[in-house]
């Protein structure tokens, strides 16, 4: 069993805990009574290196990161600092998160949200937007290819845009034939937890222009976001640089910066 899969295996067993809480047919009424998602593409698509800043306490590759006691404050910090959006982790056995954290993050500031978490039903999507989300992640290699095509099709009906994570050809492949606008290429293989920013450069010129290109995992310095925008980076996901910064909100700006 490779990490992903003990990933996965923990969070479906999460999940139904939460399910028998909270019925499908209560988070579809709450998402009918809130405003329409907020769009993350056009400030990933502007001048500069986008920043999708990450509330992350903790990783199955690093452990502990950081104490966040106040996630809404953090975020605040990363939206002064200009972040492009703000990823909040909310699985909770490997990296510390929970949907409170979202819940919070998303009182606090008016960045379009991600919420990062291993997507393998569609509750989970309902879920994420009743919650302040207005992004999804799915990852490619968690997910069948019909899985993949109909979880893009509810984000796309409830407004979520999906950041479509990758980390081999074939999964791009797999992310462009779904109709993915927004793919990530995680430097880390999910499998192993090895790290190589190799993988960003050696995929962004297959994705070309048909999506927003997101480089994800490894990028501790400013250097290594450079390195990335050079590569053809559209936006970087960065957490462990962030929150270990000691100054989050012009760490962002730092990167922000980056032609």
């Known amino acids: 069993m490779t990490v992903l899969d003990e990933i996965i295996a923990g969070v479906v067993e999460d999940l139904e805990v939460r399910r028998a809480h909270r019925p499908l047919e209560e988070l579809l009424a709450q998402v009918a009574t809130m405003p329409p998602a907020l769009d993350p593409l056009p400030a990933l698509r502007a001048p500069g290196l986008g920043v999708i800043a990450e509330v992350k306490r903790s990783s199955p590759s690093k452990g502990a990161l950081a104490r966040i006691d106040d996630p809404a404050a953090l975020a605040s910090a990363y939206a002064a600092g200009g972040a492009s959006a703000i990823s909040v982790l909310t699985e ?3 990296f510390g998160g929970s949907l409170d954290d979202l819940v919070a993050v998303r009182s606090a500031v ?4 991600l919420r990062k978490d291993f997507v393998v039903t569609e509750y989970q999507l309902w879920e994420g937007r009743a919650a302040g989300a207005d992004l999804a992640l799915l990852i490619v290699a968690a997910l069948d290819q019909d899985d993949l095509t ?3 099709d509810l984000a796309g009906r409830l407004g979520v845009t999906c950041l479509v994570e990758t980390h081999t050809a074939e999964e791009v ?7 993915a606008t927004l793919i990530g290429v995680n430097n880390r293989d999910l499998k192993t937890l090895e790290v190589d920013l190799n993988h960003f450069q050696e995929l962004a010129e297959l994705i070309g222009d048909e999506a927003v290109k997101v480089a994800e995992s490894g990028i501790l310095s400013v250097e290594d976001a450079a390195r990335m925008r050079s590569a053809g980076a559209d936006a970087v ?3 462990e640089l962030l929150v270990r910064s000691g100054d989050p909100a ?3 700006a730092a990167l ?3 032609a």
């Open 250 to 252: 012009s760490a962002v």
């Open 150 to 152: 109909a979880f893009l």
């Open 92 to 94: 909770g056995r490997r």
């Open 110 to 113: 008016e960045t379009p949200l």
């Open 237 to 239: 996901l960065v957490g």
């Open 173 to 179: 492949r797999r992310a462009l034939a779904a109709g």
């Open 256 to 258: 922000r910066s980056l």
